[in-house]
């Protein structure tokens, strides 16, 4: 039997949507620095203007408004897993913390892609962070999977999410290795998430759905 933690889904829910809430609006700090920064060289030089600061700028505000997407994108798919989970474990609840730990970690990775040249490690650090953000959610539908009566979505809809998770995942991993081993490459590495839908109906024809299931739940009942 499942051993339930003290405190409920509901709570646990309404904590990690402030833990995302929080991340994405550390996102924008280094802007807001950046914008004062600004106020002082105008006032040093008259002629510097909003056109001089979006170009300097312009690393920043790409890697913001990417980072914003990239978290809102998680954090809508984190809903939707979770919206009819109704019990957590203290397993789940760690594979979570992990999950946010990731989440919480992208404003830094973020900042130091906008404000500094790019280099293998800035590549290994923020790509690698997305890696894992798609790695612990991965972990947590495959947990659900495992563990009957936590969650009321159906099995194929968690398997279906599950899938797509790794399918990210590993694109993730490929754009940081091209990242880091073609530096010149810089981050355009990342469109290969366009292969996403392909990779995904690959992985579902070697992890099949019912059947495997069906063999799961026997193999449960000793039958």
Not at 39 to 44: K, T
Not at 166 to 178: D, G, K, Q, S
Request: with cysteine; glycine share 4%; charged share 15%.
């Amino acid at each position: 039997m499942t051993e339930l933690v003290a405190w409920g889904a509901e709570r646990f829910k309404a904590f990690a949507d402030a833990v995302v809430a929080i991340a994405m609006t550390l996102l924008i700090l280094p802007l807001m620095e950046a914008v004062t920064d600004a106020a002082r060289s105008q006032a040093a030089d008259s002629s510097y203007g909003t056109a001089d600061f979006l170009a300097e700028h312009q690393g920043q505000i790409v890697s913001f408004a990417l980072s914003f997407v990239l978290i809102a994108v998680s954090w809508l798919s984190h809903h939707r897993l979770y919206d009819r989970v109704e019990r957590i474990t203290s397993r789940l609840l760690w594979i979570n913390m992990a999950w946010m730990f990731t989440i919480v970690c992208l404003p830094v990775t973020t900042a130091l892609l906008g404000a500094m040249s790019a280099d293998p490690l800035q590549a290994i650090l923020y790509i690698g962070n997305l890696a894992l953000t798609q790695i612990t959610s991965l972990m947590a539908r495959v947990y659900l999977l495992r563990h009957d009566g936590l969650s009321t979505a159906p099995r194929e809809s968690i398997r279906r999410g599950a899938i797509a998770d790794a399918a990210t995942a590993t694109l993730f991993l490929v754009a940081m290795a091209i990242a880091t081993i073609v530096p010149g490459q810089g981050y355009s590495a990342l469109f290969l998430l366009l292969l996403t839908p392909f990779l995904t109906s690959l992985i579902s024809r070697v992890w099949p759905g019912s059947r495997s299931d069906a063999r799961m739940k026997r193999a449960d009942s000793g039958e």
